[in-house]
Each structure stands twice: as C-alpha cells, then as structure tokens.
C-alpha cells in the first residue's frame, strides 16, 4: 500500500509555487505499538500553513525542507495498536497532506461522523470554528448590543465568528471581497450588513454602518483593512488578531499598522491569539457550537477540492479568496 | 498690568518653527464671579502638546490657530472670586502658556507647596506621575518578578515608570538614549539596566538583558525601539501605549509597528491610555507617589529651563531628548 504525499521542497517566495512542492510516494508504514494507520479523507486548507512554510520563529516550528507538509485531516483507522482506537473508527489529528498517516494514537481524536458530514470537523467544528469562539468570546469579549466587525467574513473562522456574535446579541458586520460573499453573509448567515471592500469606499461604509464605532474587531486579513478599522474604534474597543491573511505572501516586508496610536486615542487594545492554547476547553466549544448547529442557529458551509493532488492549486486558492466557508481538499 | 502669551500662528510641518509662534501682550482680565487670576510661575512643557497643534481629531479637540497654546502649570492666585480660593494660594491647572490666566475657581487644583518644590507638581506628581502609575499598574499590571522594559525612560514619566515597577519587585530596564541618561537611570535610580538605544544593537542588547522575554513594555517613543521589542517578548506580555514621541515631527505618514504579528506569537496584547481617564483615582495615585517620595523610594527630577520667551527652543528640547527627567519653563 502506498502513501502519497505534498513535501516541501523550497521555502516560496510570494505565493507558493508548483515547484515549491514535491509530490512522493512511499510504503504505507504499519502502526508501531500504542500507534494508528490512518487512511485520510478530507485535509484541511488554513491559511496558517503559508506562514509554517517560512523558516522564521514563531508559535510552531516551521515545516523543514523535505517534510511531508504539516496540515489538519479527518481519517478513518485502517489499523490499530492503540487499546481504544479500531479499525473504522473516524478520528481527526494533524495527519499532513498525504494520503495516508501513522502516528501515536494519543495524537488523534476520535469522532461521530454520524453528528455531522466529515468535512464540518475540520471547519465549525474543528480549529476554525475554536478559533472563532474563543477568540470572539474570550479575547474580543463583545457585550449584547455592541457592533463587531469581522474581516475575512466570509471564510472558514470569519462565517462562525459573525454567527456567534449574532446568538450573543451583537450587531454584525462583515467585510469580505466580492459580491457573491457578502450577498452570503447577509442573506444566509444574517449579518446586519456585510462590505465589500473590494467594491468602494470601506472607510465611508463603516462610518455608515458603524455610527457608534467599532466595539469588537475580529481581524482575519491585517493590512489595510486593518489600519482603516483603526480609525472607526468605539472607546475600549477590543481588536483580536487571528490572522493577517493579506500579507502572508508579501515579498516585501509587512507594513505595521500605521494608525495603531488609534489604540491610545479611543483607549483601545490589540491582543493576539492562538486556539491552541484553548485546548483543555475545547469540548465546552464543541459543545456550544454543536448544539447551535443541532438548533439551526449556527450554518455551517464547506467548499471541496477534490483530489489530492490538487493540493497546490487549492492552497492558492484561499490567497486569491475563492473560497467561501471552509475549504477542504478530499483525498480520494 | 500685562499677560504675556504664546499663541499658535500656523500649523507645524515636522518641528515647530519660530514662525508657529506669536508672542502676544495683553491687558490681564480681571476675575469675574467664581474666577481666579492666577499668576503662572511653571509651565510644564510635555510631548502631548505637539499632537494638539495638529489639525485632526484626537482625545481632546487641537489648539485652535490664534489661540494661547494649552499647557499644564502651577501659579499663585493673585485675586479671586471663587469662595474656597484666595490671594497666595498655590494652584495647578491647565493655564496654558502665558505669564497670567483667569479660570473658573473649580477648573484648578489648590496644591501645598511646603510638600514638594513647585515643578514637582507638574512631573512626578502632576501628569507624567499620573501617566506612569494608572499606565503601568492599571494597564501594564505587572507582576513580581517580571521584567519590565520602558521607553523614553529618562523622561518624566519614563522615570517614575521604572521606579514604580522597581517598588513592585521587577526587574527593570530603561531604553534611552545617550550615556548620561543610562548612568542616571542605573545608578541614580536604581534600574537594573539601561540600554542606549544610540549606541549599537538594542536587539541584541534586549536580548542579553531579557533572556526571558519582556512582560511589561511601557512604551513612550513607537516608531523603531517599539518594532524591536515586539521581537524580543514574553508570553502573555502586555504593551502599554503612552506616546510615540519619535513619531510626533513626521513630515511622512507614521510607519506602524511592523512586528505587530508578534501580539499573535507571544499572545500578548497592546493597549493605549490616556492619563485623564483615571482622574476619580488621581487622589489614590498621589498618595502612594507622595509616601514613596517622603521615604525616599522615588526620586523625582526636574530641568528648569528660565523664562517664558525661551518657550519655542525649550519645547524643542523634547524632541531632541536633551532632557532628563520633567522638563519645565520657569516663567520668571
């Protein structure tokens, strides 16, 4: 039996490349004791992984040159030397971009593809949707009645982080690019206004749709959206850095906020966040977020690729804004 | 008998200019009911009052053209018709800067010059003394242990900054700028260490100096020295945003913090303050900075500049970091 997989072979320059990858193909290799042969089904496409790519210090090592390329998955247990996992079972861990994997069984958890289609698990109810629950709750903290805006609405933690706001009472605004995104968030997610910022003035939109200032900023996309949001802060407003999407693949480097002395006028803070320090509460978000799902408060929507070896064309994907919920690339 | 006043002639581009200024005579105006004359025997000079000659929305409106420029100070009042002031008392307000001011009775603060010298009012226990504690304690929230970093740190409120934290059991380390200041801080102080920022790598020297990361910034200056802190801090770390006084003078459109991506790295959060929104607890924060100066754990330094025609070239001072520790203009 063979595994398949996306290695990398240089660290890209700008958006990565066709030959920033090399696709190989080896023996699936059985499960050592206390371990798992998963075979994967959907793997996960997050922004994050552009920024795993370079070689710089930061919250998780960088992928090396020559490693499979590091990525979420959902899977099914082909075989088990792990007392509590068996064959069939259908369990989600960090599998990389290869068709198949082995590794501890404690580094996997176990699922019920009978709650929710299997790609969800990698979306609203994987690490985007944690990401939006306690960045939104936790770090924003949004209080009933104030306004929040999220950038990146339209994507993968962007649609969850704008739904949670709603059940909570807040106003919501979205920003996303185009057209065929923003007609989504309002009319299917029910955001009180969604802007595209590909479309016009978003300085003059917000100051339309945010009288009262921005209360909670969730921000996705960093750049110039960032710096506009900047000048249209409620007093106290809470910005949350999840991700500054429109300058992973800068050549050049990042431009800082330049309004950041907004922070000072409106007596505002910026606070970064990774969901991977929530992970002792993960089940209370799965929970919640489960259970507004079950209720129809919470819409969830996937975008898949098919075929693994679309992999490189599907990662650009999400830097070209294609996508429209979470994107997922199914293996087989 | 006249009132001798700098008005704002025109809005500076960079540096104020001469020609920003005009000096004006005119007749003092008597008190009408519930006023006072006050005499203006100090006139705080701080880094705040270039950003109220600019023309644009702020936390409190600019200084109109025409206008005496707005300024702290301290003075005698010389008559008065407010029932709990009266000839001889000592007061501070915002009496802006001219040699006379007449104010509502209820817009100044009665003071007790047998307490401290009169400057000291308008530092270590005046706004920069404010800034510091409410800045550090309330914001920054440092804890025992931590290491605290602070820019502008042979500053006004930089001094009292590093001092607080020193009292509250942290390391500290001043960032300023030249060897006389660093001396100071250290052995006049008792900083644990001061990093000349003019003098080679302040990465490196942050590094050997915080090897465990930074709590605590404190940060007066942005641009540059705020860029390399956010390399170098710890998790959890809280930045606490005073002022950008290498920024006030562009001609250019400020640079923001490239680095800001760091708040998601570390986790860490950026927070902006302003002094005058602790004004309910300023009586709380002048008791605790007036035992620790009677116990001689604050020390407290002012630099008199004499005469209030040197106003122009001693505002420059600032700016220039010819400074150390609260700058003041004597009006006599």
Redesign the interface.
């Known amino acids: 039996m063979l595994n398949r997989q996306f290695r990398l072979a240089a660290r890209p320059s700008g958006l990565p490349k066709p030959s920033d990858w090399k696709l190989t193909e080896e023996p699936v290799r059985p499960p050592a004791d206390a371990e798992v042969l998963v075979r994967a089904k959907y793997i996960s496409l997050d922004p994050a992984m552009r920024g795993w790519m370079n070689d710089v210090?930061?919250?998780v090592p960088p992928v090396a040159l020559g490693e499979v390329m590091r990525a979420g998955g959902v899977g099914e247990v082909l075989e088990s030397k792990h007392p509590s996992l068996k064959p069939g079972d259908f369990v989600h861990g960090s599998f990389g971009v290869q068709t198949h994997a082995t590794l501890p069984g404690t580094a996997v958890t176990k699922l019920d593809p009978s709650f929710a289609p299997l790609p969800v698990f990698l979306g609203t109810l994987g690490m985007p949707g944690m990401t939006a629950y306690f960045g939104l709750l936790d770090v924003g903290q949004p209080k009933e009645g104030e306004t929040v805006v999220v950038s990146g609405a339209a994507g993968a933690v962007g649609t969850v982080v704008g739904q949670i706001a709603k059940i909570h009472g807040c106003r919501v605004i979205g920003i996303a690019g185009g057209k065929r995104k923003c007609d989504y968030l309002v009319d299917e997610l029910g955001f009180d206004a969604a802007l595209d910022y590909k479309a016009g003035d978003l300085k003059a939109a917000l100051r339309e749709h945010c009288p009262k200032g921005v209360d909670v900023y969730f921000d996705n996309v960093?750049g110039p959206i960032l710096?506009i949001v900047l000048t249209r802060l409620a007093r106290k407003a809470r910005i949350v850095?999840?991700?500054?999407i429109s300058?992973y693949n800068n050549t050049q480097?990042?431009?800082?906020?330049?309004?950041?002395?907004?922070?000072?006028?409106?007596?505002?803070?910026?606070?970064?966040?990774?969901v991977f320090?929530y992970v002792d509460r993960f089940p209370q978000a799965l929970q919640a977020l489960s259970g507004w799902l079950a209720s129809g408060k919470l819409k969830t929507r996937e975008e898949i690729v098919h075929g693994i070896d679309r992999f490189p064309e599907a990662l650009l994907m999400l830097f070209k804004g294609e996508n429209l919920g979470k994107l997922v690339l199914q293996v087989d």
Do not use: H, W
């Open positions: 210090k930061s919250y960093g710096d850095i999840c991700g500054a300058q480097p990042t431009e800082g906020p330049r309004n950041y002395m907004s922070l000072l006028v409106f007596r505002a803070r910026m606070e970064g966040m990774v320090d």
